[in-house]
């Protein structure tokens, strides 16, 4: 008796196509069109994960350095002025202050310019 693998191939499929919810007309219906989506589609996911950390980092470097210069400080001068002084925030603390604390961010720009003028 020849074995034609119906149940395990019907799980398999199954298991993809299932995985492949929310993919536009073919790509969600038809077990090939949807492998190969599948598969783009997590190539993009594991590339857009690693992405996520360099967005974020732009961010909050925009926004860091928009409030530096209402405190009359370039960016650069304000993370030297920063490590001079021993204070020890990263950009996504820097970046939230800028943004729901600036009388806070102000006194740290002005700590930042005195260990710079030392």
């Known amino acids: 008796m020849r074995v034609k693998n119906g149940f395990v191939r019907h799980r398999r499929h199954k298991k993809l196509l299932k995985q492949a919810r929310g993919f536009y007309s073919g ?3 038809h077990f090939r069109k949807a492998k190969e989506q599948l598969e783009r589609s997590m190539v993009y996911a594991y590339r857009d994960r690693r ?3 360099r967005d974020f980092r ?4 925009v926004r860091i350095n928009a409030a530096a210069r209402l ?3 370039s960016y650069s001068r304000l993370m030297h002025g920063l490590k001079l002084a021993n204070i020890e925030l ?3 603390v820097l970046a ?3 943004m729901n604390a ?3 961010f102000a006194r740290v720009a002005e700590a930042s310019k005195i260990a710079l003028s030392k």
């Open 51 to 53: 992405q996520r950390k």
């Open 27 to 29: 790509r969600r219906k």
């Open 71 to 73: 405190n009359e400080v």
């Open 90 to 92: 990263d950009r996504k």
């Open 102 to 104: 600036p009388e806070s």
């Open 96 to 98: 939230d202050m800028a």
């Open 58 to 61: 732009r961010l909050w470097i």
